[in-house]
């Protein structure tokens, strides 16, 4: 009877788990398909190389090129900058160098909950800091917030594949003479490169199609930046602007700016795939 209870207690969730993984793909798959049939027809040349021109959220002419280059300018110097500080706190965390569990243990907990805080949060809070410093919307401004976002992720993605490290190769590393710098970096950082090469992708994607954080930052503009004090567009933005247009044409093209966005992301995700599978041949295991 006992054996027989568990038996259809494992069928049960193993029905779960294939409807659960069944519904999240289906819906992965429908959105592809609906952004991919409403934007594509109105994908065009114009609109990948063109900056826009005037009345273009009318139905004018031109294009979102302000727009892509804005996003890159964004999630490069906001991946940049959370990856020079995310990196040393993963390595801090591992127990080489803190000792205190229940400080590691709170660190990490604070992590989960910043991971979780919605963008609008962050932009916010970017917002109220500019005022203080007398700051405009500009490049810098998002970029800083977007490192801010992505900060959490970054170290938290960095952090459990640090772990995941075998301890025998540190300690073969330490046996042979290697002080905890030499060791972390020449042996650590080479075996989880990559897991960090995921991580950056991962944030990297986060930032790039996140709106709600630079909507007060980073403001929005028709012309490409100039220096980091300009104002700058992005795509998510460019989306929202679009999308809401009681204009059909405009309305189109914001789903074409989504298809520009989606495929940034999916060759990410293809990058990140190819990059893991070059590097782990050189892991031990």
Same mark, same amino acid.
Request: hydrophobic share 55%.
């Given at each position: 009877?006992?054996?027989?209870?568990?038996?259809?207690?494992?069928?049960?969730?193993?029905?779960?788990?294939?409807?659960?993984?069944?519904?999240?793909?289906?819906? #992965?798959?429908?959105?592809? $398909? *609906?952004?991919?049939?409403?934007? =594509? !027809?109105?994908?065009?040349? +114009? %609109?990948?190389?063109?900056?826009?021109?005037?009345?273009?959220?009318?139905?004018?002419?031109?294009?979102?090129?302000?727009?892509?280059?804005?996003?890159?300018?964004?999630?490069?110097?906001?991946?940049?900058?959370?990856?020079?500080?995310?990196?040393?706190?993963?390595?801090?965390?591992?127990?080489?160098?803190?000792?205190?569990?229940?400080?590691?243990?709170?660190?990490?907990?604070?992590?989960?909950?910043?991971?979780?805080?919605?963008?609008?949060?962050?932009?916010?809070?970017?917002?109220?800091?500019?005022?203080?410093?007398?700051?405009?919307?500009? #490049?810098?401004?998002?970029? $800083? *917030?977007?490192?801010?976002?992505? =900060? !959490?992720?970054?170290?938290? +993605? %960095?952090?459990?594949?640090?772990?995941?490290?075998?301890?025998?190769?540190?300690?073969?590393?330490?046996?042979?003479?290697?002080?905890?710098?030499?060791?972390?970096?020449?042996?650590?950082?080479?075996?989880?490169?990559?897991?960090?090469?995921?991580?950056?992708?991962?944030?990297?994607?986060?930032?790039?199609?996140?709106?709600?954080?630079?909507?007060?930052?980073?403001?929005?503009?028709?012309?490409?930046?100039?220096?980091?004090?300009?104002?700058?567009?992005?795509?998510?933005?460019?989306?929202?602007?679009?999308?809401?247009?009681?204009?059909?044409?405009?309305?189109?093209?914001?789903?074409?700016?989504?298809?520009?966005? =989606?495929?940034?992301?999916?060759?990410?995700?293809?990058?990140?795939?190819?990059?893991?599978?070059?590097?782990?041949?050189?892991?031990?295991?």
């Amino acid at each position: 009877m006992a054996f027989n209870r568990r038996r259809t207690e494992e069928n049960i969730f193993k029905v779960l788990m294939i409807a659960a993984t069944a519904t999240v793909i289906s819906t #992965l798959f429908v959105v592809f $398909i *609906v952004v991919l049939y409403r934007g =594509l !027809p109105a994908l065009t040349w +114009a %609109m990948v190389t063109e900056l826009p021109r005037g009345g273009y959220y009318l139905g004018g002419g031109g294009g979102i090129l302000n727009a892509i280059v804005g996003s890159l300018y964004l999630a490069l110097g906001g991946t940049l900058i959370a990856l020079v500080l995310a990196l040393p706190v993963a390595l801090f965390l591992q127990r080489d160098y803190i000792r205190n569990f229940k400080l590691s243990r709170a660190i990490r907990l604070s992590l989960d909950v910043l991971w979780g805080v919605p963008s609008i949060v962050y932009g916010v809070f970017g917002f109220i800091i500019m005022l203080y410093l007398g700051m405009r919307a500009s #490049l810098l401004g998002g970029i $800083i *917030v977007l490192s801010l976002l992505e =900060l !959490p992720i970054m170290i938290r +993605a %960095m952090d459990e594949v640090i772990r995941m490290v075998p301890a025998e190769l540190k300690e073969i590393s330490y046996a042979m003479g290697a002080t905890r710098l030499e060791t972390v970096t020449r042996v650590v950082c080479r075996q989880a490169f990559p897991g960090i090469i995921s991580a950056m992708l991962l944030a990297f994607g986060r930032g790039i199609g996140d709106a709600a954080s630079v909507l007060f930052t980073a403001g929005y503009t028709d012309s490409l930046p100039q220096s980091l004090f300009d104002p700058v567009a992005s795509l998510p933005l460019a989306v929202f602007f679009q999308i809401g247009t009681p204009f059909p044409l405009v309305q189109e093209r914001a789903y074409a700016s989504a298809v520009i966005l =989606l495929l940034i992301v999916l060759t990410l995700s293809l990058v990140s795939r190819f990059l893991t599978n070059k590097y782990n041949k050189y892991i031990v295991r």
